[in-house]
């Protein structure tokens, strides 16, 4: 089992940046790890994710150029540094890990997630 512990949530204005955390109290150096985000009335979307071992990384189109994705993987810890936020992300952020590719992952652990508003 790997527990994952999000932080870094909060209440920002239209255009302001939070970084978000995610730490786990296991190994994580073997996974692809991601963060996902679910806001109200929708369903859960996957935002962005970072390979194991080769640095590739995903995101989806409506957060690249402003979302970025790292991790430090001796730490076993996941960042999101979200900039330029508007309303419509919104949204409760989960970390996940898990075996497969950045491109086709399967995740089996998961956050409880950390809350983000951004204000008009």
């Known amino acids: 089992q790997v527990h994952l512990v999000e932080s870094g949530g909060g209440l920002v204005q239209t255009g302001g940046s939070l970084r978000l955390s995610c730490k786990s109290f296991?190994?994580?150096?073997?996974?692809?790890m991601g963060w996902f985000r679910q806001a109200p009335g929708k369903e859960r979307e996957s935002v962005a994710a970072?390979?194991?071992?080769?640095?590739?990384?995903n995101y989806l189109d409506s957060v690249k150029g402003r979302f970025t994705i790292s991790r430090e993987i001796t730490k076993n810890r996941l960042y999101l540094q979200m900039n330029g936020l508007t309303p419509e992300d919104t949204a409760v952020y989960y970390c996940a890990a898990g075996r497969g590719s950045v491109t086709a992952p399967n995740y089996d652990y998961w956050g409880q997630g950390t809350q983000v508003t951004v204000s008009s």
């Open positions: 970072i390979g194991s071992n080769d640095g590739s990384t």
């Open positions: 296991e190994r994580t150096s073997e996974y692809v």
